[in-house]
């Protein structure tokens, strides 16, 4: 017989309990939009393109459709397309490969830190002596759940080389490196505000930040159709548009994305004190480094065996990823650096897993979040 479910369940992330938390503000927003009869590209964007630009720290931040679209903008922005070449990370989401897929260019993968599961400078290095055919044109690092990638050491090889830079800013929103936010390091940077993001959206949407304002315009211009003048496409463009609705939703949250953060990162302290005597991986905070926790992602050599006991439990996980992008059938035909030297990327895939965080996660959820885990390790 199969293990009754449990009475109790702790959600692995609870977009529904952000949404509550600013209910009455994000209601009248809502109603403020209806009520306009104005819902594509209108005040509301604006205004949150200014207020999202001045929080990064960035002259520019032009809204879009979803954080893929983002990507893709960014990228041929900066004049990525067929026959370029694009070096990124094979563990993050797919997306980041999607994305540069979309634009004609090629992945070249590198290897990850095993402490940050952030591109690896000394892999990046590798990759850029021994680039394979095409032209190398842009480097895309990603700020995996929340935790900042080196970003002076990923500049300083991208400049040696002549290639364009593009954060992959997803899970970092609010995330800083010295005295500088996650999207304010590049030539340009991609947020998502999917919902389950520090900053999520009752929907899809995207922003492209920089502070290169010809850049901008370029996006600007790519996000419709390649226009200057309405209707008159100068560029080969696409149609992905922050719609009203999502915009005025996330004006409001901005206004508390700091203050979530700092819920996420007492979380995830106390996470890292209750299980400091567990044969757990933790996660590593590097100097300088703020990571702002999209996940709290342990390692353990039975996270299969692990998972399938908290679920018992009524303790949700995730795992984010299990499958190197390089690996996955869609991905495996185009240039990429051999299996052997993605190595600790293929290992940790098999060993994460990320527990329940979410800024309203109560104190007495995360003890029975440990007590699970013990109780694994005793068992």
Not at 86 to 97: E, G
Request: glycine share 8%; net charge neutral.
């Amino acid at each position: 017989m199969s293990p009754s479910a449990p009475e109790k369940v702790i959600p692995q992330n609870d977009p529904k309990a952000d949404y509550l938390a600013h209910k009455p503000e994000i209601d009248a927003a809502i109603r403020g939009v209806l009520e306009s009869g104005s819902y594509i590209l209108g005040r509301e964007v604006e205004a949150f393109e200014k207020e999202f630009a001045a929080y990064v720290g960035v002259r520019r931040a032009v809204g879009a459709g979803n954080g893929t679209d983002a990507l893709e903008l960014a990228l041929r922005a900066v004049g990525v397309g067929p026959g370029d070449l694009v070096f990124t990370v094979s563990h993050t989401a797919v997306a980041t490969v999607a994305a540069v897929e979309l634009t004609g260019a090629a992945p070249v993968f590198v290897d990850i830190d095993p402490d940050t599961y952030t591109m690896d400078p000394e892999s990046l290095a590798t990759a850029l002596a021994h680039a394979p055919h095409g032209r190398p044109k842009a480097v895309l690092p990603v700020h995996l759940y929340g935790q900042p990638a080196d970003m002076q050491a990923i500049l300083g090889l991208a400049r040696r080389h002549g290639l364009k830079v593009i954060e992959d800013c997803a899970q970092s929103h609010g995330a800083t490196l010295g005295d500088r936010m996650t999207g304010g390091w590049g030539d340009a940077a991609a947020f998502s505000f999917y919902p389950t993001k520090n900053l999520g959206a009752l929907g899809d949407g995207g922003m492209v930040t920089t502070s290169d304002v010809a850049l901008a315009e370029r996006v600007r211009s790519l996000r419709e159709y390649g226009w200057k003048k309405q209707r008159i496409s100068d560029l080969p463009g696409m149609n992905s548009r922050l719609d009203e609705l999502q915009a005025a939703v996330l004006r409001v949250k901005l206004r508390y994305l700091d203050g979530e953060n700092k819920k996420r990162r007492k979380i995830a302290a106390e996470y890292s004190k209750c299980l400091a005597d567990s044969s757990l991986r933790l996660p590593v905070e590097t100097p300088g480094s703020v990571p702002v926790y999209h996940q709290y992602v342990v390692r353990s050599g039975k996270r299969d065996l692990l998972k399938e006991h908290l679920g018992t439990l009524g303790v949700e996980t995730a795992v984010h990823y299990p499958v190197p992008v390089h690996m996955q059938p869609a991905y495996k035909r185009g240039p990429r650096i051999p299996p052997g030297k993605l190595a600790v990327t293929e290992r940790v895939c098999l060993e994460v897993l990320s527990l329940p965080m979410f800024p309203e996660l109560t104190e007495g959820a995360l003890r029975e979040v440990c007590e699970a885990i013990r109780s694994f390790r005793e068992r």
